[in-house]
């Protein structure tokens, strides 16, 4: 298995960034995927997950109305998509892959994380 972020980098407050996920090594339509991060001192949160077939979307509720956890299973690739984003939400930002088909339940797999930060 093999997960490798892209993306992020610096937004202002209230701006936009994009995060991709390419993954590889597993049959990615059958895996639940996520986005989870970790701020600076802080511990690891969850922020989204969509089911396999991007049927079902869960949203950390801070960020729910904000960001986006888009799916193209014929790529296999997952983003997140942050808009409006806030000072608070600088962290490095990590694509996980679920055990089943929802994206929760714990990961298996993670990618080596992107860091995201907001500033002015």
């Known amino acids: 298995v093999q997960l490798v972020e892209s993306g992020g980098d610096l937004a202002q407050p209230g701006g936009s960034l994009r995060l991709s996920c390419a993954a590889s090594g597993f049959t990615f339509s059958l895996y639940g995927m996520s986005w989870v991060r970790q701020a600076p001192g802080k511990g690891i949160e969850w922020v989204a997950s969509?089911?396999?077939?991007?049927?079902?979307?869960y949203y950390l509720n801070s960020v729910n109305g904000r960001f986006t956890i888009p799916r193209d299973n014929a790529k296999n690739t997952v983003s997140l998509q942050m808009n409006r984003l806030r000072p608070e939400e600088t962290a490095l930002y990590y694509c996980a892959k679920g055990r089943g088909v929802t994206g929760g339940g714990g990961f298996d797999s993670w990618g080596k994380g992107r860091l995201v930060t907001v500033s002015s």
């Open positions: 969509s089911r396999n077939g991007g049927s079902a979307i």
